[in-house]
């Protein structure tokens, strides 16, 4: 069974301008989450999906995020325009079960995100 | 709001020797504990979990963790380590069903390096 797949492993790119982060969850986990660790501090929930329905977003920054998650598939991060504290490493992980202290969460590999 | 404190960034621990990393978190009431460990180049990975019931824990690489509710901690605990648990190793809660937001809180990690 494949894990977590996120993509690209590191982008880098300048202020102002947008990237878009991709998550493909395990086949079949509903449940898809989204986290942040910027550098030195902890890592911090942002939002999580169940299908293509957004559960929970009460972790997002500000409107210069915004998750996707069409047909309850794969889901899309996209920041725009990026910000220098935008840098980051951005978590996806996927889970079968709603609640996530009942389940256990699969993280993928992350994404770093470096804003010059 | 719950916290989770990992008091040490990194350890040192000799080959072979034993290891206990300290986690305490603040919540209002028992939540769900978790310790994921995160290697170079990988996801994070779950190492174990309490839910409830016998508060010493068992996980995954030998490690075991034990809930003590009077000093609202979740110590790790390995009793010999080995140079491949180099990594970064991270704390977290989780509300029971019913409450709060869906996502984990983590501590902000501490990193374990091993000395040959």
């Known amino acids: 069974e494949a894990g977590v797949t996120q993509f690209p492993s590191h982008s880098v790119i300048e202020k102002g301008q947008t990237v878009t982060l991709r998550c493909d969850p395990i086949?079949?986990?509903?449940?898809l989450y989204w986290y942040r660790r910027v550098m030195g501090k902890e890592i911090k929930f942002l939002l999580h999906?169940?299908?293509?329905?957004?559960?929970?977003e009460s972790g997002m920054p500000n409107n210069r995020f915004l998750a996707e998650r069409t047909g309850g598939t794969y889901s899309t991060l996209k920041v725009q325009p990026a910000e220098l504290e935008d840098s980051g490493v951005y978590f996806c992980?996927?889970?079968?079960?709603?609640?996530?202290?009942?389940?256990?969460?699969?993280f993928g590999e992350g994404s770093r995100l470096t804003v010059l | 709001a719950q916290s989770v404190t990992q008091p040490d960034i990194h350890i040192t621990v000799s080959e072979g020797a034993s290891l206990e990393l300290r986690c305490n978190y603040s919540?209002?009431?028992?939540?769900?504990l978790f310790w994921y460990v995160q290697s170079p180049g990988q996801g994070l990975q779950l190492l174990l979990k309490?839910?409830?019931?016998?508060?010493l824990v068992q996980g995954i690489k030998g490690f075991e963790a034990e809930f003590k509710r009077s000093q609202s901690s979740f110590n790790l605990r390995k009793p010999s380590v080995h140079w491949s648990d180099a990594a970064e190793y991270f704390c977290a809660v989780a509300p029971h069903s019913g409450g709060g937001a869906d996502g984990l809180t983590f501590g902000k990690g501490t990193h374990l390096i091993i000395q040959p």
């Open positions: 919540y209002g009431a028992t939540p769900y």
């Open positions: 992980a996927s889970s079968r079960r709603r609640t996530v202290g009942t389940g256990e969460l699969f």
């Open positions: 999906f169940v299908k293509e329905s957004k559960q929970d």
């Open positions: 086949s079949g986990h509903d449940n």
């Open positions: 309490y839910f409830s019931g016998d508060t």
